[in-house]
């Protein structure tokens, strides 16, 4: 589990070899290798916690965990006020269901930590465990989630991700907060794409795969085509991140720009992969109907709730 894989040195790190029975106090080798292999903290650890229970591994266990917990809750508590302005988005797509998430952290060094993306890649899974158990009626649903209402999510082991949060904390030696998610279904025959920023190069489906970057964007869309041209999709998504449409655009209502650079409607845009091409007339070639979507910046500024935003974005797509 991710609380065992990050946390593993949560407590202290110091090595010993094991001493053999005489003066273990009666420490089992037996004991301490299932206790080691059951949670993954270090020997050292381990042998403290079943010297402490009498070889009892199940409460060696217990008071292990809640000794990680109490020294990542004492460490968040000491860096609660440090600002937290570096992160990642986390874009998670699987079938008809997608997460956008955002965390923070106070250093760019450590958002480019294995450990923080974890972390990242936690918390979407989390935000669309909790979107399968949505049933709605209509082609699209979205939620979205505030940092405290993440913190209040429970985990399977029955933690919040507060809880896990913490521990983080203590892990990474730093402030970090979650911020805000955005959750998607869709229904009938919209599908989902979604897409952070930078990506790595030669990827192909991202399917169930949590996507990090300092941007991303999940697009609602309808299609005539079964198949999923990924790199056509993908390329619509880099469009929303990269040019910040503030609307999708009718053609009807609303009229281009004079200037192409001001233009805010997603279908009068130049597309960036062709610029003697409208993003409405390649959706056209392919037949390809942008229905809805949200673009995440990491660290920007929204005046905004998110249900405020997705109420407006909401009125303008229709």
Same mark, same amino acid.
């Given at each position: 589990?991710?609380?065992?894989?990050?946390?593993?040195?949560?407590?202290?790190?110091?090595?010993?070899?094991?001493?053999?029975?005489?003066?273990?106090?009666?420490?089992?080798?037996?004991?301490?290798?299932?206790?080691?292999?059951?949670?993954?903290?270090?020997?050292?650890?381990?042998?403290?916690?079943? $010297?402490?229970?009498?070889?009892? +591994?199940?409460?060696?266990?217990?008071?292990?965990?809640?000794?990680?917990?109490?020294?990542?809750?004492?460490?968040?508590? #000491?860096?609660?006020?440090?600002?937290?302005? %570096?992160?990642?988005?986390?874009?998670?797509?699987?079938?008809?269901? =997608?997460?956008? +998430?955002?965390?923070?952290?106070?250093?760019?060094? +450590?958002?480019?930590?294995?450990?923080?993306?974890?972390?990242?890649?936690?918390?979407?899974?989390?935000?669309?465990?909790?979107?399968?158990?949505?049933?709605?009626?209509?082609?699209?649903? #979205?939620?979205?989630?505030?940092?405290?209402?993440?913190?209040?999510?429970?985990?399977? $082991?029955?933690?919040?991700?507060?809880?896990?949060?913490?521990?983080? *904390?203590?892990?990474?030696?730093?402030?970090?907060?979650?911020?805000?998610?955005?959750?998607?279904?869709?229904?009938?025959?919209?599908?989902?794409?979604?897409?952070?920023?930078?990506? !790595?190069?030669?990827? =192909?489906?991202?399917?169930?795969?949590?996507?990090?970057?300092?941007?991303?964007? *999940? +697009?609602?869309?309808?299609?005539?085509?079964?198949?999923?041209?990924?790199?056509?999709?993908?390329?619509?998504?880099?469009?929303?991140?990269?040019?910040?449409?503030?609307?999708?655009?009718?053609?009807?209502?609303?009229? !281009?720009?004079?200037?192409?650079?001001?233009?805010?409607?997603? *279908?009068? %845009? $130049?597309?960036?992969?062709?610029?003697?091409?409208?993003?409405?007339?390649?959706?056209?070639?392919?037949?390809?109907?942008? *229905?809805?979507?949200?673009?995440?910046?990491? =660290?920007?500024?929204?005046?905004?709730?998110? $249900?405020?935003?997705?109420?407006?974005?909401? %009125?303008?797509?229709?």
């Amino acid at each position: 589990m991710l609380f065992q894989r990050i946390f593993t040195r949560a407590l202290h790190s110091t090595r010993q070899l094991y001493a053999g029975s005489g003066g273990s106090g009666g420490l089992e080798k037996s004991a301490l290798a299932a206790l080691r292999k059951k949670t993954g903290y270090t020997f050292a650890n381990c042998k403290k916690a079943l $010297e402490k229970h009498n070889n009892d +591994v199940g409460l060696a266990e217990k008071w292990l965990h809640e000794q990680a917990q109490t020294l990542g809750w004492s460490k968040a508590t #000491k860096v609660a006020d440090r600002a937290t302005a %570096q992160g990642l988005i986390g874009v998670l797509i699987r079938g008809n269901r =997608g997460a956008m +998430v955002e965390l923070n952290c106070e250093t760019d060094f +450590v958002a480019r930590n294995d450990t923080f993306k974890r972390f990242v890649d936690h918390v979407a899974r989390m935000c669309l465990h909790y979107t399968d158990l949505t049933d709605f009626d209509g082609d699209l649903w #979205k939620l979205g989630f505030d940092s405290d209402a993440l913190r209040n999510l429970r985990t399977e $082991e029955g933690r919040t991700l507060g809880d896990h949060l913490a521990l983080l *904390i203590g892990a990474i030696g730093e402030n970090a907060t979650i911020r805000r998610a955005l959750c998607f279904k869709a229904n009938n025959d919209l599908r989902l794409v979604g897409y952070a920023h930078p990506a !790595p190069t030669n990827v =192909g489906s991202t399917e169930g795969i949590t996507q990090v970057g300092k941007y991303g964007a *999940i +697009v609602a869309y309808r299609s005539s085509h079964t198949l999923l041209d990924f790199e056509f999709h993908k390329s619509i998504c880099q469009q929303i991140v990269g040019m910040k449409p503030t609307k999708i655009g009718e053609y009807d209502k609303d009229k !281009p720009a004079e200037n192409k650079d001001d233009e805010t409607c997603l *279908i009068h %845009q $130049e597309y960036l992969l062709d610029a003697d091409k409208t993003v409405g007339e390649v959706l056209q070639e392919y037949n390809c109907e942008i *229905i809805d979507y949200h673009r995440f910046e990491c =660290g920007e500024q929204t005046e905004r709730s998110l $249900e405020a935003i997705i109420r407006s974005q909401h %009125q303008s797509s229709n």
